[in-house]
Structure formats: C-alpha cells, structure tokens
Antibody
C-alpha cells in the first residue's frame, strides 16, 4: 500500500525555521517526482514546490522561492521542505504528494498532512 | 501567472446533477485534473487528463474541457459527494502547478 506520512510540523515563532519531512513507503520512491502543497485554514490548495526523481529539476511557486527549499533523500525514501523566515500567513496544513509522470503531470497519492502554526 | 477560477459554491439536491466549472485562459489546451477533498481529509484524485477516472471512482463523476472552461459533472448526486472540489493544471510556460480556487458542493 502506498503511504506518504508527513512530520515535522508544529508551533514556530515568526521569523523562525522548520523542516518538514515526508516518509514514503509502498512504492519505489526513487522513481517518482514529488511535490509539496499547503492549505491555510479555511482556504484552498496552494502548490509550493516540485522535485524530480533525481533532484536535478526543481520548481517553486514564485511566492516561496528563496524562503523554502525542497530536497529528497532516495536512500531514506524521504522528501523534505526546509522553511525559513516563517510568517503568520504560512500557518497551514502541509501535504506531500507524489507526481505520477516523468515530468510534472498530475498528483497521485497524498499524505495526510502536517500542521504548521506560526505564532508568537 | 496562470489563474484558474471556480465558483465558490454549488448546491444540488440528491439525485440531481452538479456541474462545477474551472475557467482559465485556453484551458482546453492543457491537461486538467480534478480533486475531491472531504472535510478533514487529504485531496483525492477524481478525474485526470480532462475526463479519465482513476480506478475506484464512480462513473457518476465525469469531466470535460474546451476553450476557456473545464467542467466537472457529478451525476445522481449523493450525500457523500459533499466536499470541496479543485481543478488543477501544469502551466508549462511558468513551470508551475496551479490549483483552481475551489468549489464547495452542498447536497441539499
């Protein structure tokens, strides 16, 4: 069974940093691109970043370039999102999602999300 | 940047048909995907490549796309269809994924 499990969320002060993780199982992680998506309370879905299977193609939504960094460790079947300079508006549930194509195509399985709260 | 606009809400009686539109510039030239998100849950792929259904998705869900509008249609609506629905495309001109603004479907 394909599973994606996010972790690393929590309460962080404005200006702080946080590293989210997404542990993959039930499939060959190194064969798939991956994405991060977030959803602020009561709001819609917002795509953050994509990384291909070899980590040699990375895309960011404009709003997050320079503040967020996506990475992966295929040996550990894990995806990461390093977030810095966090603001109150970064408060959201953060999801990882598997990309189903050899290039950005479509999201297949999603994790259940990890909650990040930015507050003093 | 590419923008996808959906109606905020759609209300439909059980057994009737609900149509959710997703408006975007020349969206008919892109591959459109739809996700269903029930309260408190992660999104689930509902329709891909405009009109294909993943295994396990009922035939009541269908999609189409042409010109500047993509449409998700839910036939014979059931109470369990109450959820938020999002359209989704890959914009190759900006190398960005874009989600629609989302539509909340309420079953009366």
């Amino acid at each position: 069974e394909v599973q994606l499990v996010e972790s690393g969320g929590g309460l962080v002060q404005p200006g702080g940093s946080l590293r989210l993780s997404c542990a993959a199982s039930g499939f060959t992680f190194s064969n798939f691109g991956m994405n991060w998506v977030r959803q602020a309370p009561g709001k819609g879905l917002e795509w953050l970043s994509y990384i291909n299977k070899r980590s040699d193609t990375i895309y960011y939504a404009d709003s997050f370039k320079g503040r967020f960094t996506i990475s992966r460790d295929n040996a550990k079947n894990s995806l990461y999102l390093q977030m810095s300079g966090l603001r109150a508006e970064d408060t959201a549930v953060y999801y990882c999602a598997r990309d189903e194509g050899p290039v950005p195509t479509i999201f297949g399985p999603w994790g259940q999300g990890t909650t990040v709260t930015v507050s003093s | 940047s590419y923008v996808l606009t959906q109606p905020p809400s759609v209300s439909v009686a059980p057994g009737k048909t609900a149509s959710i539109t997703c408006a975007g510039n020349n969206i008919g030239t892109k591959s459109v995907h739809w996700y269903q998100q029930r309260p408190g849950q992660a999104p689930v792929l509902l329709i891909y490549y405009d009109s294909d259904r993943p295994s396990g998705i009922p035939e009541r869900f269908s999609g189409s796309s042409s010109g500047n509008t993509a449409t998700l249609t839910i036939s014979r609506v059931e109470a369990g269809d109450e959820a938020d629905y999002y359209c989704h495309v890959w914009d190759s001109s900006s190398n960005h994924y874009v989600f629609g603004t989302g539509t909340k479907v309420t079953v009366l």
